[in-house]
């Protein structure tokens, strides 16, 4: 099973729309939890962090859920420059080493 | 305040030639790591250092990749003899502290092998 799952899409949302996805993750240890943005044939950048609370950074909505073990981001208003891949990121413990495991990301296209 | 840094951008070698990638940190971060991704798979972790040490290597594919971080600062990452699987983008990653605030990664080294 992968450590982080998330459906690629593509997701074609009209300019304007909302746009919602998730990911789920396999390890109950995981500490600390991300999106992050990787934009074609560059760096993943942090979007933000994710909390158990829900958090949010103007037109971006992010949730944890711990019980079921997903993540969600919100999109609202999307704009034409949100066009990337989106990226779930788990902090997790292995064998008392903390690293990242990336989801395979949630390609969002924002059509005009 | 640089960035982390990666060179070179891009490098297409021959099979079973050898490569070196490179990583210049954040100034003053002690932790480095490198992760690998490659075509159609999502982004896996290589190895971690904490300044000049390996702290955790067990993302490494196989003993024809060698990383090394001399006194503590830039990186460099040796793969010989390179194979056609290793293709794909290596990024490097710095933090002050350890992953559990998220971290800021290079552009990438996009390692073609023909």
């Known amino acids: 099973r992968k450590e982080v799952e998330q459906d690629p899409g593509p997701f074609n949302v009209p300019e304007g729309a909302t746009v919602a996805f998730n990911c789920t993750y396999s390890?109950?240890?995981?500490?600390?939890f991300f999106w992050y943005r990787q934009d074609c044939r560059k760096e993943p950048k942090l979007l933000m962090s994710?909390?158990?609370s829900g958090n949010e950074d103007g037109r971006f909505t992010a949730q944890l859920n711990r019980a079921s073990q997903y993540i969600s981001l919100l999109i609202r208003d999307s704009k034409l420059s949100d066009s990337a891949t989106y990226l779930c990121?788990?902090?997790?413990?292995?064998?008392?080493?903390?690293?990242?495991?990336f989801g395979k990301g949630n390609q969002v296209v924002v059509i005009p | 305040e640089a960035g982390v840094t990666q060179f070179p951008s891009h490098s297409v070698i021959e099979k079973g030639q050898t490569v070196t990638l490179r990583c210049d940190p954040i100034?003053?971060?002690?932790?480095l790591y490198w992760y690998r991704r490659v075509m159609g798979k999502e982004i896996k972790f290589l190895l971690h250092?904490?300044?000049?040490?390996?702290?955790?290597e067990s993302g490494m594919p196989n003993n024809r990749f060698l990383a090394e971080r001399t006194g503590g600062t830039y990186s460099t990452l040796k793969v010989q003899p390179a194979e056609l699987e290793d293709s794909g983008v290596y990024f490097c990653?710095?933090?002050?502290?350890?992953?559990?605030?998220?971290?800021?990664f290079g552009s990438g080294t996009r390692l073609t092998v023909v």
């Open positions: 990653a710095s933090s002050q502290r350890d992953t559990f605030y998220g971290y800021t």
């Open positions: 390890n109950s240890a995981s500490q600390s």
């Open positions: 994710v909390y158990s």
């Open positions: 990121v788990v902090n997790a413990l292995y064998y008392g080493n903390n690293r990242l495991a």
């Open positions: 100034s003053g971060h002690d932790n």
């Open positions: 250092f904490v300044k000049e040490s390996k702290q955790d």
